[in-house]
């Protein structure tokens, strides 16, 4: 008897997961072809502008890169108009004064403003190192953390959801 009730319940669920898939949907079953359309998603674009502070070579590269970094991106547009967007300060000294070539240190700041004269709220910092060996994986990583608080802080955008 126990075997006979754990057979039709098989058959059951069986039956149920069919009738669900979409392979025996309304459409499929009246011959009716299924578009596989993805739902349309809206774009996010953050207007963001970058500041370098420093002297060193190495900390002019590594601004510079970000810049093309960030006007390659879809996710970000350089902005030097008057409109809300993310600042992203980069403040740049050589490490050793002796060795201007060695490696260069580094401080990030990312401060939201909502216009020019208002003033800045901060979002996030990091300070650290870098050298010509680590500068390509610092940009990629000073933009993955740009988008993450492009992401974090994404209702200071109306415009942008």
Same mark, same amino acid.
């Given at each position: 008897?126990? $075997? @006979? ?7 059951? !669920? &069986? /039956?149920?997961l ?18 596989d ?5 809206? +774009? ?7 500041? @370098?502070? /420093?002297?060193?070579?190495l =900390?002019?590269? !590594? ?14 547009? &350089?902005?030097? $108009? ?6 992203? *300060? ?5 490490e050793?004064? /002796?060795?201007? /070539? ?9 401060t *939201? +403003? +909502? ?5 800045? *709220? !901060? !979002? ?6 870098v ?8 940009? +990629? ?6 988008? =993450?608080?492009?992401?974090? *802080? ?8």
């Amino acid at each position: 008897m126990r $075997k @006979h009730s754990l057979c039709t319940l098989g058959a059951f !669920l &069986l /039956g149920a997961l069919l009738l669900a898939s979409p392979t025996y949907s309304a459409e499929a079953q009246a011959g009716k072809e299924v578009q596989d359309k993805p739902a349309k998603t809206t +774009q996010r674009t953050t207007a963001i502008t970058i500041a @370098h502070e /420093g002297t060193d070579s190495l =900390g002019a590269r !590594l601004a510079m890169r970000l810049k093309e970094t960030f006007n390659a991106s879809n996710l970000f547009s &350089l902005e030097e $108009k008057n409109k809300p967007k993310i600042r992203l *300060y980069l403040l740049t000294e050589t490490e050793f004064p /002796g060795r201007p /070539g060695v490696g260069s240190v580094y401080a990030a700041i990312w401060t *939201y +403003q +909502q216009s020019e004269g208002q003033l800045a *709220y !901060l !979002l996030s910092r990091e300070v650290g190192t870098v050298n010509s060996d680590t500068l390509e994986g610092l940009v +990629q990583r000073l933009g993955e953390r740009s988008d =993450g608080i492009a992401v974090k *802080y994404a209702y200071l955008w109306p415009d942008n959801s």
